[in-house]
């Protein structure tokens, strides 16, 4: 299987700032790689698919980057509405995996 | 929009067994692939089992293999997990979600509200 590990596992940050959570997997995934966002109590919501690109709606200060097995997730001006739990997921093959999740809080 | 809406959880005792639902709207169920995605109370997500737009092809996470059986109604827009031989570590809420296309290539797009399933005597 392929495993995902993101870190940092948690983060604070005040608003305004830029915050970049990274993803490694533990072998090549090409660009097959998606970010959720969770927020507590809720279910997750699709953010960025094929590493970089914005699903429908998702506004751009998010973005994604990444090739092989080093992946980022970036947003650019944290806002409130940020603060949540980030995940990654490679859907390159079966088992799909996920990370373990970065945690973005207030500081 | 996608709209996706689980129903089917409870409490189950050990062994036991329970059938999910997912009623979905807003596209054309027949001609995506889903999936089932749950997550353990204070833990992260993992990923469950999905289904091919044509329900011909499926795929299970190795934890659930034998025991849940993943299946769709095209004629009624719903997906269906049943869970067999229950355990406690199947206590999660799950989570159904639309892929983006036909095939299983598990890329999700839209995920429904999740509905909670427990394990316990």
């Known amino acids: 299987d392929i495993q995902m590990t993101q870190s940092p596992s948690s983060l604070s940050a005040s608003v305004g700032d830029r915050v970049t959570i990274t993803c490694r997997a533990s072998?090549?995934?090409?660009?097959?790689l998606a970010w959720f966002q969770q927020k507590p109590g809720k279910a997750p919501k699709s953010l960025i698919y094929?590493?970089?690109s914005l699903q429908s709606g998702v506004p751009s200060k998010f973005s994604g980057s990444g090739s092989g097995t080093d992946f980022t997730l970036t947003i650019s001006s944290l806002q409130p509405e940020d603060f949540a739990t980030y995940y990654c997921?490679?859907?390159?093959?079966?088992?799909?995996?996920f990370g373990g999740g970065t945690r973005v809080e207030i500081k | 929009e996608a709209q996706l809406l689980e129903s089917g959880g409870g409490l189950v005792q050990p062994g036991g067994s329970l059938r999910l639902s997912c009623a979905a709207s807003?596209?054309?169920?027949?001609?995506?692939?889903m999936t089932w995605v749950r997550q353990a109370p204070g833990k992260g997500l993992e990923w469950v089992s999905s289904?091919?737009?044509?329900?011909?092809?499926?795929y299970y996470a190795d934890s659930v293999k034998g025991r849940f059986t993943i299946s769709r109604d095209n004629s009624k827009n719903t997906l269906f997990l049943q869970m067999n031989s229950l355990r406690a570590e199947d206590t999660a809420v799950y989570y159904c979600?639309?892929?983006?296309?036909?095939?299983?290539?598990?890329?999700?797009?839209?995920w429904g509200q999740g509905t909670l399933v427990t394990v316990s005597s």
């Open positions: 979600a639309k892929l983006r296309y036909a095939s299983t290539s598990c890329l999700i797009d839209y």
């Open positions: 807003g596209f054309i169920f027949s001609t995506y692939a």
């Open positions: 289904i091919s737009a044509a329900g011909s092809t499926t």
């Open positions: 072998q090549g995934i090409s660009n097959y």
């Open positions: 094929a590493a970089s």
């Open positions: 997921q490679q859907y390159n093959t079966y088992p799909v995996t």
